[in-house]
């Protein structure tokens, strides 16, 4: 059974009370049960089928809210290749949008009646129209037969975050979808939880699957704010989770630690006993942050046996291993110089590192990346993947789709993750892109950054990656955030982090410090190092302060 099988399934039982409910800030929502949703989304597919749009793509372009929902099922009732894309920011540049569009084929643009002015101003060349809960679309004909979905058949495309390369549209197929959804369903255990919370973007495989899609198949209640309310003030979160005693929740490790920061005022009347499933994924998961929001939140009643540490990808549809609920999070330590030669060998006072579970319905593999070698237990390889939840493939890319999703055998996905299993658990450790080779050792950007964060209190994010001067060798670069109102302490974080990482790494390290914001990162929090490194040498960083070693000055022309 496919997912519009199942809502249909859902919807048509005249009991249910199933809902979806989004938070529209202060005390506004806009609550809609399934029926209703039923509904509106087949009325949505009769208009699309009626436009001729089967089977071809249309964009999603809509503001956090539920109107999102009914179009994107609307799309999949009329098997039209629905394409959920970021809305494109106010006085920001279109460009990376319009690539999107380009590369997806897009011929029509959905969005809600808020946006309609705006985007048909912006997008004069592709047509737009107003599709949701109330939008007045013709209904068509009655007699509308719905299109035959087979599971080979594409749903829709999910454009990665682009965090190490271009975006590129990975195929999602129902069949995947039907395999995915299941499988979280199962990792869960028979007693699913009834209600649900969250506030991750639609557009991203972690909303769209882990969020919505994960309570409609489920049957069960969905509460949802926005990414904008929740990053503003974290605490909605938790009083959303409290209030609507919502027994799950997803977000990736940025989510949890930007929570911490919840003030002690700010924790009066949470009640998060309810909470027996928290997802944590879509970036490395790391054991501070599971320890700082234990110290915040366990005084209010979260239960860390409730941490769902998990591992996965657009590629994979979304979940690949996961930890068994009830569990909790398992932090071992690893010897660090033995990481950096790619072995893991425990070692009290070494690096921590978070399990990522066991498989969840899919085989995994840890490979040498060049060879296709299966590594054994505690040896760092990349980390492969087989089986139902994979997606067909990158839109419109047949030799890279073929390069990654056809390894080995023809059927296991490069993921380009690095990682090792122990125990039967996976554990990962960074992107082979990402990776840093100074002087034989595997740096991992994430340790720099995060030894960089500790060593001042006005340090914010930080990115690290490589340069490489002609005909010369590798030099590690690291972008440092100064956290608001504290530009004027640039040159003392300068000093700072460079003297706490040559003492920690032993490597000669280049710096260059730009206000709060100056990291870039993805809409899940990860840090966009690729494209840090391509402002830096194209000259369009704005740095606080900078010191460079002079081959990198020279490179980049940065004043140091």
């Keep these: ?151 080979d058949t594409v749903a829709y495309l999910q454009y990665t975050s682009g965090s190490t390369n271009d975006p590129r549209g990975v195929e999602i197929t129902h069949g995947a979808l039907e395999h995915n959804l299941t499988t979280i369903r199962t990792l869960t255990g028979p007693a699913f939880p009834r209600r649900l919370a969250g506030w991750l973007p639609h557009h991203h495989d972690m909303g769209l699957v882990g969020l919505q899609l994960h309570a409609l198949h489920a049957g069960a209640d969905l509460v949802l704010t926005s990414p904008s309310s929740f990053v503003a003030r974290p605490v909605r979160w938790w009083r959303m989770v409290s209030r609507y005693r919502a027994q799950l929740t997803v977000a990736p490790d940025f989510g949890y630690a930007w929570s911490s920061r919840v003030a002690e005022a700010d924790l009066a009347g949470l009640d998060l006993s309810c909470l027996r499933y928290a997802f944590t994924g879509a970036e490395p998961v790391r054991a501070d942050t599971l320890a700082a929001f234990e110290r915040r939140f366990v005084p209010v009643g979260f239960d860390p046996a409730a941490w769902v540490p998990c591992y996965g990808m657009a590629e994979a549809t979304l979940l690949v291993t996961g930890v068994r609920p009830g569990e909790g999070a398992t932090v071992r330590r690893f010897h660090t110089g033995h990481l950096e030669r790619h072995r893991a060998v425990p070692d009290a006072g070494g690096t921590p590192l978070v399990s990522c579970g066991r498989p969840a319905g899919l085989e995994v593999r840890v490979v040498q990346p060049h060879s296709g070698r299966e590594l054994p237990e505690g040896e760092v390889g990349e980390i492969r993947v087989a089986g139902p939840s994979v997606a067909r493939g990158y839109h419109g890319r047949v ?28 554990y990962v450790t960074g992107r082979l892109k990402d990776t840093l080779i100074v002087n034989g050792r595997n740096l991992y950007p994430q340790d720099l950054e995060h030894a960089a964060a500790e060593a001042h209190a006005a340090a914010g994010q930080g990115a690290a990656f490589a340069v490489t001067p002609p005909g010369g060798r590798e030099h590690v670069v690291l972008v440092q955030e100064v956290r608001r109102g504290h530009a004027a302490q640039a040159a003392e974080v300068s000093d700072r982090v460079l003297d706490a990482l040559t003492a920690a790494f032993g490597i000669p390290l280049s710096l260059v410090v730009v206000e709060q914001g100056g990291v870039a990162r993805t809409t899940s929090g990860k840090v966009r190092r690729r494209h840090m490194r391509d402002l830096l040498l194209a000259g369009e960083l704005a740095p606080l302060h900078a010191a460079l070693q002079p081959a990198v000055a020279k490179l980049t022309g940065v004043p140091s």
């Design 1 to 151: 059974m496919n997912i519009v099988a199942g809502l249909r399934t859902w919807a048509a039982d005249p009991s249910s009370e199933r809902c979806l409910t989004f938070l529209t800030g202060g005390e506004g929502s806009v609550r809609v049960t399934f029926g209703e949703l039923d509904r509106q989304a087949l009325t949505i597919a009769r208009w699309l089928s009626a436009l001729g749009r089967c089977d071809r793509p249309v964009a999603l372009l809509y503001p956090a809210g539920l109107d999102f929902t009914a179009a994107f099922l609307g799309c999949l009732y009329a098997r039209v290749l629905a394409v959920p894309l970021p809305m494109p920011r106010a006085g920001r540049p279109t460009k990376a949008l319009r690539a999107l569009m380009r590369d997806a084929g897009v011929e029509l643009i959905l969005t809600d009646q808020s946006q309609l002015a705006p985007l048909t101003v912006e997008f004069p060349e592709v047509p737009v129209r107003v599709a949701g809960l109330a939008a007045p679309v013709a209904d068509g004909t009655e007699e509308w037969t719905p299109p035959l979905l087979r599971p």
């Design 399 to 426: 030799r890279e789709s073929r390069q990654t999703f056809r390894a080995g055998d023809g059927r296991w996905l490069r993921t380009g993750d690095l990682g090792f299993r122990l125990d039967g658990e996976l």
